[in-house]
């Protein structure tokens, strides 16, 4: 399952099944997990692990090092989790020691040409990046998140569970969960219902994230202000309560 022109360190470790296609390089330190599939011209390479049953496509590099001017040789790492489609020409890299001292990518995630995911980034599950969709270091992404192509998202931001952004839109702020965002800055434009009836949420639970957005977009409330009207409604609706937890932890001010 190994063509014959791929090049592979001899201690790096593959599982079952595992099928790397012509003029790949699999570097020393590379983990393999079973059924996964390397295509031509990839390079995996530094301290990674990837899991099962992933696609890596053509010309992908993956776990080079960060491209951070700080960085100096340290042994970071890359993880990537199971059932990952990874298209064309796609970059993650792997960590550094100013933050955790690695890049994680987790499961059923569907991330096409052209991406870059940089250092120290955290990707969930069940994500959408859609064509050159570029991350820079430190970003969090949490679950079913659905990035528009050609979307840019500064360092350090979070963008919530089930959130949109539509093409060519530049994140430099937190994304709230649940909401849809547009534009170079990215302004919010409503809530993903249409993702959220997708995924099985109720009636009720999709009326509650609206009065939630209602509550921290169109009343004219400050931030602090619809902190607080947020908490008496997450008492009546689990799904505002996501919605509270983020703003609790956010550091860069949010999407507006």
């Known amino acids: 399952m190994i063509h014959a022109t791929a090049v592979v360190h001899p201690n790096a470790r593959l599982g079952s099944s595992v099928e790397v296609g012509p003029f790949t390089v699999v570097g020393e330190h590379v983990e393999i997990g079973d059924g996964t599939t390397i295509g031509a011209h990839c390079v ?17 590099s993956i776990g080079e090092a960060p491209q951070d001017k700080k960085y100096a040789g340290e042994a970071t790492r890359l993880e990537i989790g199971d059932r990952n489609t990874i298209r064309e020409y796609c970059t993650i890299n ?19 040409a ?6 120290d980034c ?3 599950n069940h994500t959408i990046f859609a064509n050159c969709t570029q991350l820079a270091g ?4 949490d679950d079913w998140v659905i990035l528009g192509g050609f979307t840019g998202i500064h360092q350090f931001c979070r963008i919530g ?18 909401v849809m965002a547009q534009g170079d800055t990215a302004k919010a434009h409503g809530i993903n219902s249409e993702g959220l009836k997708r995924r099985g949420f109720t009636p009720e639970a999709i009326g509650g994230i609206r009065r939630a957005y209602k509550t921290l977009y169109r009343e004219g409330h400050t ?10 409604l997450a008492a ?4 505002v309560a996501v919605i509270v937890e983020f703003l609790s932890r956010s550091t860069r001010g949010i999407v507006r």
């Open 236 to 239: 009546e609706c689990t799904e």
């Open 223 to 232: 931030l602090e202000e619809a902190k607080r009207r947020l908490a008496d």
């Open 122 to 124: 955290t990707i969930g």
């Open 44 to 60: 995996l390479t530094g301290h990674t692990t990837i899991g099962a049953e992933n696609r890596i496509f053509h010309f992908a």
């Open 94 to 112: 792997s960590g550094t020691v100013q933050d955790a001292g690695v890049t994680r990518v987790g499961n059923d995630n569907w991330i096409m």
């Open 138 to 141: 430190h970003v969090h992404v």
């Open 114 to 119: 052209y991406v870059h995911i940089a250092h």
């Open 161 to 178: 569970a089930h959130a949109m952004t539509a093409i060519s839109s530049v994140v430099v702020h937190d994304l709230p969960p649940y």
